[in-house]
């Protein structure tokens, strides 16, 4: 039955197609192969196409108002990178914090400069540096030419973005002594008001010379 129902699919191929059984299933072959093909090239590409339009959306999206932070230390700037989608996003320039949201595309996540954003970046943008020891407020030992470079970079953020802030600086505690802790006096510092008090001196000079007089009269 099998048999006889293959005999006639193949005739009837040849007489609606004017093609051999075997050139007929590799048509379909290839074209079944390329219809996965292009389904597969167009589902991609509109997916791509729904994320970048979802992108734009979010781009073109009104920001909320800048919001004044006050003065926070580093370890709370790093808080406003960018990975916080409902947090503005700020850098600092020589201790300044402004909101660089409206370019997230820079310094948001996926930017080319997204390792400045939660930093003072100072000393990276004067030296135009990627490396991570340089993410720093510290300027100290730049060139004439790089402190000029971050004076360019400031000039542009402060024309450009909203300050919020200002990075607080942390003071070391040294071990030394307190100005106002007493120190202990020695022995020689307690003799030495008796030798320069004036009055001392003189009274003891009158004494020894009213003695030798009344010791002459006897």
């Known amino acids: 039955m099998a048999v006889q129902l293959w005999e006639t699919l193949k005739e009837a ?7 051999s059984p075997a ?16 389904s597969g090239l167009f589902g991609s590409s509109g997916v791509h196409h729904e994320r970048a339009t979802r992108d734009i ?3 073109m999206r009104p920001l909320p108002p800048p919001v004044q ?10 808080a406003y990178d960018g990975s916080d989608s409902n947090k503005p996003l700020l850098m600092a320039i020589k201790g300044q914090i402004y909101d660089v949201s409206q370019s997230r ?14 930093k003072d970046a100072s000393r990276a943008l004067a030296k135009m540096s990627f490396e991570d020891t340089d993410l720093t407020g510290d300027i100290s030992g730049l060139g004439p030419f790089e402190l ?3 004076q360019d970079w400031e000039y542009k953020f402060m ?12 003071v070391p505690v040294t071990d030394g002594l307190s100005a106002t802790e007493p120190v202990e006096a020695t022995d020689h510092d ?13 009274a003891v000079g009158n004494a020894e010379s009213t003695a030798s007089a009344d010791a002459n009269k006897e």
């Open 13 to 19: 191929i040849t007489v609606y197609t004017g093609l």
């Open 23 to 38: 050139t007929f299933f590799t048509g379909l072959a290839l074209g079944l192969a390329i219809y996965y093909l292009l």
């Open 57 to 59: 959306q979010e781009q």
């Open 69 to 78: 932070v006050g003065e926070i230390n580093e370890e709370e700037l790093k």
């Open 105 to 118: 595309m820079f310094y948001g996540p996926g930017g080319p400069y997204a390792l400045f954003a939660g």
């Open 148 to 150: 000029e470079a971050l």
């Open 159 to 170: 024309s450009k973005y909203v300050k919020v802030g200002t990075v607080k600086k942390t």
């Open 190 to 202: 307690i003799d030495k008001p008796a030798e320069n008090n004036p009055s001392e001196n003189a």
